[in-house]
């Protein structure tokens, strides 16, 4: 379909088909998200291919085009407007009641609502135990679509990711969020209710974990920093993901891997810093990285 006097073009439609198999083939949070790029371009390039080849080809296909590229964004806009839950004003009282709680930055964990808006509204302001990316959510917390949820299991995982409040809300569920809620629906020893608006549930976890345990305490948790202050010399454990590209700017110490969590060496008490810091030396690097 493509001209052989169009290189470029016949090049960078190979290199897409290439990456389209290996982001298949290679789990990673790309997924389907790759498909976007065809979506988005492949009208154009059929109009600028057939425009003078082809019309009556190119005006029989303009319709299920049209549609292949603006079919996403109307629904979207359709469900913005349709549903409550995408103003800051439903996520506000909760938010509010949150920013009230005593101690060190604490993980919240928020059931996932059908368009997970909460990943927007909710997670510059407080870290989620969950978030936006499906691929990475099914990596790491597969017992929400397998169907190996229990009591117990889901107590364990709260912990595990030192989850303090669970906040239900009555949006449209996910469904990846409905044997989650129908649980908590039905009573958990270890949830206890200590906030309720009309649309609103916030539940205290009983002997929450923290996020940092050891030799500091946690001061600020952002995006892709941690911020702690240690008053001895020792190992903290921080219950962040690990990643090789973690790096002491503040302070002094080593960080490295312990299991899917972060274990900080402190080698000096006073303020630390933990942040992303991206190398080619460090690519699926395991060894400790230190300051």
Not at 77 to 106: H, I, K, W
Not at 136 to 160: C, E, I, V
Not at 226 to 243: K, N, P
């Amino acid at each position: 379909m493509i001209p052989r006097t169009d290189r470029a073009l016949r090049a960078g439609v190979a290199l897409y088909a290439l990456g389209c198999v290996a982001s298949y083939a290679v789990p990673s949070p790309v997924g389907s998200n790759v498909t976007r790029l065809a979506t988005l371009m492949a009208g154009p390039v059929v109009a600028l291919l057939w425009w003078r080849r082809r019309p009556v080809a190119l005006f029989l296909a303009a319709l299920p085009l049209l549609y292949l590229q603006w079919q996403a964004p109307v629904r979207d806009l359709r469900t913005a407007d349709d549903n409550r839950e995408v103003t800051f004003a439903y996520f506000q009282p909760m938010m509010t009641f949150l920013s009230q709680q005593p101690g060190p930055p604490f993980r919240i964990e928020i059931p996932f609502t059908l368009f997970h808006w909460e990943a927007y509204a909710v997670a510059p302001e407080f870290p989620l135990a969950r978030g936006w990316e499906r691929q990475l959510d099914t990596k790491y917390n597969q017992l929400f679509y397998d169907g190996s949820l229990t009591p117990a299991r889901f107590d364990a995982w709260l912990h595990m990711n030192a989850v303090r409040f669970v906040a239900v809300s009555d949006a449209e569920l996910d469904y990846s969020a409905k044997r989650e809620v129908a649980l908590i629906n039905r009573g958990l020893p270890y949830l206890r209710l200590v906030f309720r608006t009309r649309h609103w549930r916030v539940y205290a976890v009983k002997d929450a974990t923290p996020i940092v345990q050891g030799a500091a305490r946690l001061t600020a948790l952002g995006p892709n920093s941690v911020d702690l202050q240690a008053a001895h010399t020792g190992a903290a454990l921080i219950r962040v993901r690990y990643s090789p590209y973690w790096a002491v700017t503040a302070g002094s110490g080593c960080v490295a891997p312990a299991g899917a969590f972060t274990r900080l060496e402190i080698t000096r008490p006073g303020p630390l810093r933990i942040a992303i810091s991206f190398s080619p030396t460090r690519i699926a690097a395991r060894s400790p990285r230190c300051s």
